[in-house]
């Protein structure tokens, strides 16, 4: 069932094994993309994002690795939002792959558009990605997203997953997890910040589509994220991936927190890390010391009041829905997690 | 220049946006004082040279442990490793088993044969005393740094307490042997059978520059216990003693020893394999506050030796051994109770610590000593020009390891000293500590257990009772070092940027940041294992 390829499965101890992005004491075959010297970069330095921004650093993980799976022969079609507004304020971009936003809603059509074009002309060896943030993926794009997976278009769309809409400030999104604040969803009343029951897992939605790959990745487990993202791309048709990538500033965490939270969102069951093909899940990665989901909520505030005593029930309701994922998912190993 | 339709200017790169203007704190790399060399008294670099064992790199591992310490599989048996005391390792799961990753180092350095170099000649001429572990050590490095060495030596054998002292079965004599030939085969001169009494004349006959002094504490502590002379009352340096030359101990049938630290331990266990019907121990602190290390005390009681806790030996008659017990008074020091007991004995050894012999010293003048231990100043000279002193005979922990360090320390004083200068001891680095390192990053993995000699072989000869472990187990053991405030190379910090603002120098250096674009989160430090990044506020 795990993700990881054989090959480092082997790997008995290396002070590290793969848990760090590279480790010397590995064959280069083993260590990742990012810890290459002559990774792409395909996002650049001088963009505008906040510092510690989880959705930066996850496109370049991504991109960068579709980059290496592709020969660097990539096209990325771009939804508005914070990727883009904060990449490419014109007339300066910090992409450094072929690159193009249209609007809000439309990134999977473009994606689509692009894949048909290259396909007219005969380019096989020419890869589209199209990317987006949980607003324009969950919401405003969600319906060229499903047209694209019925289609079955051959473009690989990556969700940014910060659970709002941060660009415009922070306003709830159909990712937004009950409790949390935001702009839309104060915290309030007897329960405060967005409602329970609420919202959608497009990874099950794309699921159902049947299309041939679907994943979900975090920024804190590059040698997962960038396995997933080199499989994607060794597949055609639709293919999914859902990267979790926190907010410092949406969050109201420390910069300086980023990996950690995402790490933590993880390992307390609330984010699983799964993959898919075909609709049937095929692997998932399992918990490797299983967090409290205490833990998690309390670096950021806009969780602080699930943490007064007031709303204990708030907690109570996160928990139960950590402890249902790792159940339906089977993320926690009888043996007490994976090495 | 012409642009395509409704593009009025040209496409520019983010990377004229310097975004490091946004940044209020600055991370900058730097090194750390693992704790493990912070604890270690002979000053080793243990975390440089378990990083070069991780790579298979031995014989260089084993150089650096050789920049401090000129025995390491002597250091890698009988060390009591403070090192493992203090490693953050211990607080994830087990203490990285640095000592038997020395050992392994230092019996590769053996059958490999590796040697060290003379330095290049000074013409000065050093006389040491003592061909214990720290004028030996004193005399390599001295030999390193280009001088002359003579090692007097009143004993028929080098080594001091390292031969006299600590029993075969943690110390074997060839690995002991071997150490001290290679510190010979670099030219430094031992001169055995050979007492000093006059220290100056000594001196002045060879015509030495500098004198560094490392007699030891040889001299047994004794209480006196009423008694009519039978059975006898030894004491443990003249038993440990007797038992290296091969000559009669005198430990036979009922052995009582009397003391609660490492020496009672090693004349115990002596005992048990030299045959006696029973030893027992008798203790005058409480079992909490026994001086012995607790694997000590452990390894002997398996051995079958029996340990009494707060007692004092009041008597000594016929075959009967009278015992007063004890109770916990103030502070550690225990109160009689007015209440005996008795205990057959065919023999009683005391083993409550060494004197210094401060004869030597007491004709130098200038040479200050206090409780019964020579003073010296920082640069461990004493108050006499020229004279150097250290080991047992300075106040210390008067453990092998301690005496090596002193060793290194006098002779880089020696050193300046001979060159009219003065040591200026390098800054220390700022130790790190557990909440420093990010540890989720560390695989789990137990530590290597070592093999231990079966309690039968233990008890009926003088065999090593700590077994080796092998290349395979000394790498994976290495490999546990979470590498503390030394970068490691794991690529994390360059991974985890977001702004793409880490330049990767390539294999072996390192990383460096570009702060025209670092916009100051903090998530290389937050992220990096091993605490070799710090914020530092700029000037704003």
Redo the contacts between chains.
Sequence with gaps: MAQIPESLQKVR?????T???????LDAEH??V??T?DRS?S???????C????E??GA?FAIDAAMRATDNRLIAANATGCLEVF?TP?????WSVPWIHSLFGNAAAVGAGIAAAMKAKGRKDVRVIAQGGDGGTTDIGFGCLSGMFDRNDDVLYICYNNEAYMNTGVQRSSATPGAARTATTMPVGKDPGNAFNTGKSVPLIAMAHLIPYVATASVHD?HDLEHKVTKAMGVRGSRYIEIFVPC?LGWGS???????IA?LAVECGLFPLIEAEHGEITGVTKIRSKTPVADYLKLQRRFAHVLKPDNAHQLEQLQAIADRNISRFNLVDDQGGQ? | MKTPFAITLDVGSSLLNKTGSWRTERPQYLDRLPPCNHACPAGENIQQWLYLTEEGRYEEAWRQIMDDNPFPAVMGRVCYHPCETSCNRGQLDEAVGINAVERFLGDQALINEWRMEAGTSTGKRVMVLGAGPGGLAAAYHLRRMGHEVTVFEASPQAGGMLRYGIPKYRMPREKLRAEVARIEQMGVALQLDTRIDDVLAARDEGAFDAVFLAIGAQLPKRVDIKGNGEPPVLDAVTVLRNTELEQTTGLRGQVVVYGGGNTAMDVGRSAVRLGAKKVTVVVFEAREHMPAHEFEVTEAREEGVTLICLRAIREVHGDTVTLEKMVPGEGRWPQPTGQFENLSADVVVQALGQNVDTALVDALTGVRTAEGVVQVGADMQTGCAGVFAGGDMIPSQRTVTTAIGHGKKAARNIDAYLRNGAYQAPEKHEVVNFDMLNTWYYSDAPRTVRPMLNVMRRQSGFAEIVGNIDQEAATFEARRCMSCGNCFECDNCYGVCPDNSITKLGPGLRFKFKYDYCKGCGLCVSECPCGAIKMIPEDI
Excluded: M
């Design positions: 101890f290396y002070q590290t094994g848990l760090t992005v590279g480790n010397r004491l260590r990742s990012q810890a010297l970069n996002l650049d330095s001088g963009h505008r994002a510092q510690g921004c989880g930066a650093l370049r990449t014109y007339p300066e971009t910090a590059l410092p420390k910069p300086s927190d980023t990996v950690k790490r090495e």
